[in-house]
């Protein structure tokens, strides 16, 4: 795999409703045209040898859309993950959410469920989905857990570090690759909305200019050309 390639790529999926209303359709029809792009992004991911793709799939604040949206939005999820299950295995991909996943529809909990459980010893790519994922409630929890940690005894402040931490993190099964090289964000929006704060100190950013729907494998590649142009300096010179 060339140096080159982005061992962690992130992805904010915006724009499906815009995309949508464009053309004159209902908000969710945006989201079904999503998912097919799901679909090629996450093949073309692990084709190229990317370790770990994140996609933000619902934030925290997503909650305060109308139901018949969540709804549509829910359901997509559900069925998205069931049919691809056969073809993940088949390519090696590991499944792994993050977020506050006892919100979620039960029977999208079970799906999902069932699906990590049967691509678990998946080795090529680990594929995460943000549901209901907020930046902040994630690390809140993780000082909850290691406060807690501490008043039994299992840890001490003191030999709290970085690398400690992220223990605690939602994203620790991504283990040595948590860090996120790249952040895209579709839709031409320029922020971050709660998408993985800590994991995305040092990420590169690209904002394509296009809606999610009409993010292709071809931009996809410029995505990646760009980051290959950049000079990430970490703080040196
Ligand atoms: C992204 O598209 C999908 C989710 C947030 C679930 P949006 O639904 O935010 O689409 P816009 O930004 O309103 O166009
Ligand atoms: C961020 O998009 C969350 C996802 C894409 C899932 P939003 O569309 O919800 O974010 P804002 O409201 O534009 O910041
Ligand atoms: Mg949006």
């Not at 299950?85 to 039960?106: A, Y």
């Not at 995460?128 to 840890?155: P, V």
Request: charged share 30%; with cysteine; proline share 3%.
């Amino acid at each position: 795999m060339s140096a080159l390639v982005p061992k962690h790529i992130a992805i904010i999926m915006d724009g499906n409703g815009r995309w949508a209303q464009a053309r004159g359709y209902p908000r969710f029809y945006g989201h079904l045209r999503g998912s097919n792009r799901v679909k090629e992004i996450v093949r073309e991911a692990r084709r190229l040898g990317v370790s770990a793709l994140t996609l933000y799939a619902f934030s925290t604040e997503n909650w305060k859309r109308p139901e018949e949206e969540l709804s549509v939005l829910w359901k997509t999820l559900k069925k998205y993950v069931h049919r691809q299950i056969k073809d993940m295995k088949k390519n090696g991909i590991r499944l792994h959410v993050i977020g506050e996943i006892e919100r979620l529809p039960t029977d999208v909990r079970d799906e999902l469920k069932r699906a990590m459980n049967e691509l678990k010893d998946g080795n090529q790519m680990i594929l995460t989905f943000a549901l209901s994922y907020g930046g902040r409630a994630e690390i809140i929890q993780a000082a909850t857990q290691f406060a807690k940690d501490c008043m039994n005894g299992i840890a001490t402040p003191e030999s709290l570090n970085e690398k400690k931490f992220e223990e605690y993190l939602w994203t620790s099964p991504l283990g040595e690759n948590s860090d996120v090289d790249l952040l895209i964000r579709t839709s031409g929006e320029k922020r971050i909305s709660n998408y993985l704060l800590w994991q995305a100190s040092y990420a590169e950013f690209d904002f394509p200019e296009l809606n999610w729907p009409d993010y292709s494998v071809e931009e996809f590649h410029k995505s990646l050309e760009n980051f290959k142009n950049r000079k990430r300096r970490f703080g040196a010179v």
